[in-house]
């Protein structure tokens, strides 16, 4: 066994240090030998992280950190919604539940009905872990490269981005998980093409996207929508997808989808959207 927090953040780095020299062996080293592992082996139904590697029962916060934070390190390098949905698993479940009343963060213990009622805050490391993972999710929310805009995790969020040296005030209101129902608006002092992509949760049966109220054309692409038009200020984007009961397998299958459920067996979780209610 060894400690996940010391091996992962390690890992973190190493995604940093492919953003800064482009060596492919260290992607090929992320993606092929950790990341896929710590999926399948190190990493909970909720996206929670064992503290000790490979069996632990104990989750770590920062060890879910640390793998929220590599998911969007993956993410910066790939732009793949996969690492996005993962990171938001381990957000909405994993990071929220680890939290405390008084807001710190620390341990909990994995039991096969759910986690224990006895809890280790750990006021020494997972604090500070805990709220920098807060403002890593802020930093990815949205995203913008030149003349595209990336709109990651749906959440009530005003800020100001830039596209290729045009400044833009950015706003979103929505109620999700909840409901899927997501309200974007923006200010800009003069009109500008670009292209925003929209991630699309990987369980959503359906959506629609439209602009001032009226549908857009576009290209759905690895779990992306993405469409291009000339800006306006004021000019507004409705995202809506339904938020329902769905069922997955331990690796984030929708059973329903690819599994004949009354015959086979496996392992699986109740989610109402990105929520998972039971397992």
Not at 28 to 40: M, N, S, V
């Amino acid at each position: 066994q060894y400690h996940s927090h010391s091996f992962m953040n390690t890992l973190v780095g190493v995604a940093m240090l492919y953003r800064q020299t482009g060596d492919e062996k260290y992607f090929d080293l992320l993606q092929k030998d950790y990341w896929q592992g710590i999926f399948r082996y190190g990493r909970r139904f909720d996206g929670g992280i064992a503290e000790f590697f490979p069996t632990d029962l104990r989750t770590e916060g920062c060890s879910l950190v640390d793998w929220l934070r590599l998911n969007l390190q993956m993410w910066q390098i790939t732009q793949q919604a996969v690492y996005l949905d993962e990171a938001e698993r381990t957000w909405l479940n994993a990071l929220n539940f680890h939290q405390t009343g008084n807001g710190a963060f620390g341990h909990a213990t994995l039991t096969p009905t759910g986690y224990d009622a006895e809890y280790s805050e750990s006021w020494w490391c997972c604090l500070m872990h805990g709220l920098y993972a807060y403002s890593e999710i802020v930093n990815n929310t949205v995203v913008a490269r030149e003349n595209d805009l990336w709109i990651n995790f749906y959440t009530p969020i005003k800020c100001q981005i830039d596209i290729n040296g045009n400044p833009i005030e950015f706003s979103m209101k929505t109620d999700y998980p909840a409901q899927g129902n997501i309200s974007m608006g923006f200010s800009l002092k003069k009109k500008l093409d670009f292209a925003v992509h929209l991630r699309i949760p990987k369980w959503a049966d359906e959506w629609h996207v439209a602009v001032n109220g009226q549908p857009v054309d576009g290209r759905y692409s690895n779990s992306t929508f993405i469409f291009s038009r000339t800006w306006s200020s004021g000019d507004k984007i409705e995202l809506t997808f339904p938020v329902t009961l769905h069922i997955q397998d331990e690796s984030g299958n929708e059973v329903l989808h690819t599994r004949r459920f009354y015959r086979d067996s496996f392992q699986g979780y109740l989610l109402h959207g990105p929520l998972i209610l039971a397992a």
